[in-house]
């Protein structure tokens, strides 16, 4: 309990906008360690989802059936919501900026990471955010580098209320390797819902 307890104090100090830089850092970096921790056991850590797993592919169709909900929070946040994040996909590429944004369901031939971001903005007729986690496998992107994204890019969003988790349909997905307990641990810190 204590590893799920953690990571969420970290969630929390990592989208808190309001906190200096070094502190969010500092989260990010206890995050990761913490969540390596976590999946230890886990032959297949939440990363490295292969492609085209079904439930993950279903999960992408469910955050983005849900989207409209998700802006709605984000442009006129009831009490107790905040950290309001989408996950975006990216491969390393040749030329500049050294990356591709990779829609969700697609299957490119190279490795894929998934990554939240942090300080959402809207940008004309897309968005624009930060890295909020450090890359495990890709070589020209760093935490809380600028992303510019579309609707289109994103592959699932979440936001805490109150201290729970709403939406993050890909955390059950990425926990299906983890072991009993630590599935436990997340759904009851967290109020995850897996079917």
């Known amino acids: 309990m204590q590893r799920v307890e953690a990571m969420t104090v970290c969630?929390?100090?990592?989208?808190?906008?309001?906190?200096?830089?070094?502190?969010?850092?500092?989260a990010a970096i206890l995050l990761t360690a913490v969540s390596t921790l976590a999946f230890a056991q886990d032959p297949n850590p939440?990363?490295?989802?292969?492609?085209?797993?079904?439930?993950?592919?279903?999960?992408?169709a469910k955050a983005a059936v849900?989207?409209?909900?998700?802006?709605?929070?984000?442009?006129n946040p009831p009490p107790g919501a905040e950290g309001f994040?989408?996950?975006?996909?990216l491969m390393d590429a040749?030329?500049?900026?050294?990356?591709?944004?990779?829609?969700?369901?697609s299957f490119p031939p190279n490795f894929v990471e998934w990554f939240w971001t942090r300080d959402l903005?809207?940008?004309?007729?897309?968005?624009v955010a930060e890295l909020g986690n450090a890359p495990e496998d890709l070589r020209d992107v760093s935490?809380?580098?600028?992303?510019?994204?579309?609707r289109q890019d994103i592959g699932d969003w979440m936001y805490f209320q109150n201290g729970k988790i709403i939406?993050?349909?890909?955390?059950?997905?990425?926990?299906?390797?983890?072991?009993?307990?630590?599935?436990?641990q997340m759904k009851e810190q967290y109020g995850l819902v897996c079917e």
Not at 85 to 89: P, R
Not at 94 to 104: E, L
Not at 143 to 150: A, E, L, N, P, R
């Open 66 to 75: 849900s989207l409209d909900e998700f802006f709605a929070k984000w442009r």
């Open 11 to 26: 969630l929390r100090e990592l989208f808190d906008i309001r906190r200096p830089a070094k502190v969010r850092f500092a």
């Open 143 to 150: 935490m809380g580098q600028t992303i510019h994204f579309t």
């Open 85 to 89: 994040s989408v996950k975006i996909g």
């Open 46 to 60: 939440a990363p490295k989802v292969p492609k085209g797993d079904p439930a993950m592919i279903a999960a992408f």
């Open 167 to 184: 939406g993050n349909a890909t955390a059950c997905p990425a926990l299906a390797h983890a072991s009993t307990e630590e599935r436990r």
């Open 121 to 127: 903005r809207a940008d004309g007729a897309g968005f």
């Open 94 to 105: 040749v030329g500049a900026p050294g990356y591709a944004i990779v829609r969700p369901g």
